[in-house]
C-alpha cells in the first residue's frame, strides 16, 4: 500500500475533518459508476478508500506513522462503507451494480516470526526473515496453461467471473452478482495445464524481506509488509507478509512492560557493612551504593535504565531485588567470631549443631 497521506494528497499533521473531506472528493472522483470501464480509476478508488481506512483510525495511525504499515490483518480491498454513507457520498443517481469487475485471485497472507533479544528491543534493529511463498510459475507466467496456449473464456460468465441476477427490494430493481460456479471466478477454463505448476500457476519458493524493528516493542507486536506475501494472479493483488515480533526470554532480566527487574546477591559483610557493588543493565553498568545493614529483599531502583516506551519519552526502570548469601559451611574460628558479634551485641551465641548428629536430630532434639 502506498503511502495514506500521499494518496490523499494531505500533510502528516493534517486534522480529521480534512483527512476526510479529502477522501470525499477523491472517492467521488473515481468512483466506477463515474468512470465506467476505467480499471485506473477503479484502482484509484480502492486506494483512496484504503488510505481513509488508515487514516481515519487514531489507532491505525498511530501504527502507520511509527511502522509505516499497521500491524492488523489485512483489507480485503474493498472499502467498508456503511449504507448510509453509500447514499450521502454516491447515490445521486449512480447504480453500483454497475461497476466493473476485474478478474483475478489475491495472492496468499503469510505470518512468520521474528526473535529479538531485549538488548535489540532498546536499540531496535533491521533484521531479514526467510519464508516460504508462492510465486507466479515462471513456465506459464501465472496463467496455469501450457506455455503458448491461452486458457478459454469460460462460457457461463462470458469471461467475467460472475453471474448477475436482478432483485427486487425496498429501493427498487438491484442487480446482484455471485462466483461463477464454472470457473470458480477465474473468468477462464485451463484446458492444457502447465506441465510445471500443474495448472495452479504458482509455485513454492523462499523468499527473504527486511523488517525495521523500532526500539520499545513488546511480544505479539505484529509489522505489515505490504505485498511482500504470496503473488497474486491475473488482476488480484499480491498478499501481505505479517512479522510477529517474539521478544526472547533473558535470564538476566524479568520484563514488566517497560520496567526490568534483576536480581543482586549480596554477601553477608556487603549487607551488615554497606558497600559499593557494580550492577549490569541492559547497555550500561551501574555502581550502585549499599548501604549498612541492607536485608535481604530489599529493593532498589534505578531510574531510567529499563525500556523505551514504543511511541518515544523517558525509558522504564531497572528494578534490583537484593539477596544475602548465607555461608553453608564455616570454620572453628569463623565459628568463633559469629560468637563473639553476637555476644557484643548482647543476643544469646547460637549453640550450633551438636558434633555426631544429624540434621534430623538437631531440629528435633528434645528439650531436658
Known amino acids: 500500500m502506498r503511502d495514506p497521506y500521499e494518496v490523499l494528497g494531505v500533510a502528516r499533521d493534517a486534522g480529521a475533518d480534512e483527512i476526510k473531506s479529502a477522501y470525499r472528493r477523491l472517492a467521488r472522483r473515481y468512483h466506477p459508476d463515474v468512470n465506467p470501464g476505467d480499471e485506473e480509476a477503479e484502482d484509484k478508488f480502492k486506494e483512496v478508500g484504503q488510505a481513509y481506512s488508515v487514516l481515519s483510525d487514531p489507532e491505525r495511525k498511530a501504527r502507520y506513522d511509527t511502522f509505516g504499515s499497521v500491524d492488523e490483518a ?3 480491498g474493498f472499502v467498508d462503507t456503511r449504507f448510509s454513507d453509500l447514499f450521502d457520498m454516491f447515490f445521486s443517481g449512480f447504480d453500483a451494480s454497475q461497476s466493473r469487475r476485474r478478474i483475478g485471485r489475491d495472492g496468499d497472507d503469510i505470518r512468520v516470526d521474528l526473535q529479538l533479544t531485549l538488548d535489540e528491543v532498546v536499540t531496535g534493529v533491521e533484521k531479514t ?3 516460504a511463498r508462492s510465486a507466479k ?6 496463467t ?8 478459454e473464456q469460460c462460457a457461463k460468465c462470458g469471461g467475467q ?3 448477475t441476477q436482478m432483485r427486487n427490494t425496498f429501493i427498487g430493481t438491484v442487480r446482484t452478482s455471485a462466483t461463477c460456479s464454472a470457473c470458480g471466478g477465474a473468468g477462464a477454463i485451463i484446458r492444457n495445464p502447465c506441465g510445471e505448476c500443474k495448472g495452479l500457476g504458482l509455485k513454492q519458493e523462499m523468499a527473504k524481506a527486511s523488517v525495521k524493528v523500532p526500539p520499545g516493542v513488546e511480544s505479539g507486536l505484529t509489522v505489515h509488509l505490504s505485498g511482500k506475501g504470496g503473488d497474486g494472479l491475473g488482476a488480484g493483488q499480491n498478499g501481505d507478509l505479517f512479522v510477529v515480533l517474539r521478544i526472547q526470554n533473558d535470564p538476566r532480566f524479568a520484563r514488566q512492560g517497560n520496567d526490568l527487574s534483576t536480581g543482586v546477591t ?3 559483610a556487603q549487607a551488615v557493612l554497606g558497600d559499593v ?3 549490569e543493565g541492559l547497555d550500561s553498568d551501574f555502581e550502585v551504593e549499599v548501604p549498612p545493614g541492607t536485608q535481604p529483599g530489599a529493593v532498589f531502583r534505578i531510574d531510567e535504565a529499563g525500556l523505551p516506551p514504543l511511541y518515544g ?6 528494578v534490583l531485588h537484593m539477596r544475602v548469601e548465607i555461608p553453608e559451611k564455616l570454620s572453628e574460628a569463623e565459628a568463633d567470631l559469629i560468637r563473639q558479634f553476637a555476644e557484643l551485641r548482647g543476643e544469646k551465641p547460637p549453640r550450633g549443631k551438636p558434633e555426631g548428629a544429624g540434621l534430623l536430630g538437631s531440629l528435633f532434639k528434645k528439650k531436658k
Do not use: I, W
Not at 510459475?137 to 501465472?142: H, N, T
Not at 519519552?313 to 531497572?318: A, D, E, I, P, V
Open 266 to 268: 549480596l554477601t553477608l
Open 137 to 142: 510459475c515462471a513456465g506459464c507466467g501465472g
Open 144 to 151: 496455469g496453461s501450457e506455455k503458448g496456449q491461452a486458457p
Open 313 to 318: 519519552g523517558k525509558r522504564g526502570n531497572l
Open 129 to 131: 526473515v526467510e519464508y
Open 74 to 76: 489485512p483489507s480485503t
Open 277 to 279: 557493588v557494580e550492577v
Open 161 to 163: 467471473g460472475v453471474v
